[in-house]
Antibody, heavy 121, light 111 residues
Framework: QVQLQESGPGLVKPSETLSLTCTVS??????????WSWIRQPPGRGLEWIGY???????NYKSSLKSRVTISLDTSKNQFSLKLSSVTAADTAVYYC???????????????WGQGTTVTV | QSALTQPASVSGSPGQSITISCTGT?????????VSWYQQHPGKAPKLMIY???ERPSGVSNRFSGSKSGNTASLTISGLQVEDEADYYC???????????FGGGTKLTVL
């Protein structure tokens, strides 16, 4: 059974870079059927899609965050990571990593989620 | 990209049925059958409840069902139970990058 676990600092200073890692167990980030995603949820608010990376390393980011976001893959450690630069208080949120499932070439669903990690700016 | 539109809240009594709507456009819900629904209890991670409009993952109760008409998708929960009280989010593939949209979420209260 695939499990995802987020890790990283819970407190980041304004203007610095938020860095989180998602460790995947029970499955491989190299599988071609999946995309590896980051989603966040500000306090008391809804889910916000950040972006994803596929097994081949191609990325897709929410347009409003594109200039500050980098998602990368480390196949040797079976991990993927999120970096968000120049953070402000508006970036305070619970950050989730999740496995997405491709249906053909379409990003179809998020079927496995990490438990989430709270980041305060 | 605009978020999909969901009602802020719905409520129902145990045993009743409720439906949560998710309205998009011809660029997302109306053109693709990649609508999914997620349940989120307070302090917990979201859980996939419905995918591909009406498919249920293994282990999800058949009290949960999904449908779509035009630009609007719907999640129906029948035989409401107290443990169904949670936030529900819809999501859809969209033709424009980054290809994923979420709804704003609906709080379900079981009275």
């Amino acid at each position: 059974q695939v499990q995802l676990q987020e890790s990283g600092p819970g407190l980041v200073k304004p203007s610095e870079t938020l860095s989180l890692t998602c460790t995947v167990s029970g499955g491989s980030v190299s599988s071609g059927s999946y995309y590896w995603s980051w989603i966040r949820q500000p306090p008391g608010r809804g889910l916000e899609w950040i972006g994803y990376i596929s097994h081949s390393g191609s990325t897709n980011y929410k347009s409003s965050l594109k200039s500050r976001v980098t998602i990368s893959l480390d196949t040797s450690k079976n991990q993927f990571s999120l970096k968000l630069s120049s953070v402000t208080a508006a970036d305070t949120a619970v950050y989730y990593c999740a496995r997405g499932v491709f249906s053909g070439r379409y990003e179809a669903r998020l079927d496995v989620w990490g438990q989430g990690t709270t980041v305060t700016v | 990209q605009s978020a999909l539109t969901q009602p802020a809240s719905v409520s129902g009594s145990p045993g009743q049925s409720i439906t949560i709507s998710c309205t998009g456009t011809t660029s997302d819900v109306g053109s693709y059958n990649y609508v999914s629904w997620y349940q989120q209890h307070p302090g917990k991670a979201p859980k996939l409840m419905i995918y591909d409009v009406s498919e249920r993952p293994s282990g999800v109760s058949n009290r949960f069902s999904g449908s779509k008409s035009g630009n609007t998708a719907s999640l129906t929960i029948s035989g409401l139970q107290v443990e169904d009280e949670a936030d529900y989010y819809c999501s859809s593939y969209t033709g424009s990058s980054p290809h994923v949209l979420f709804g704003g979420g609906t709080k379900l209260t079981v009275l």
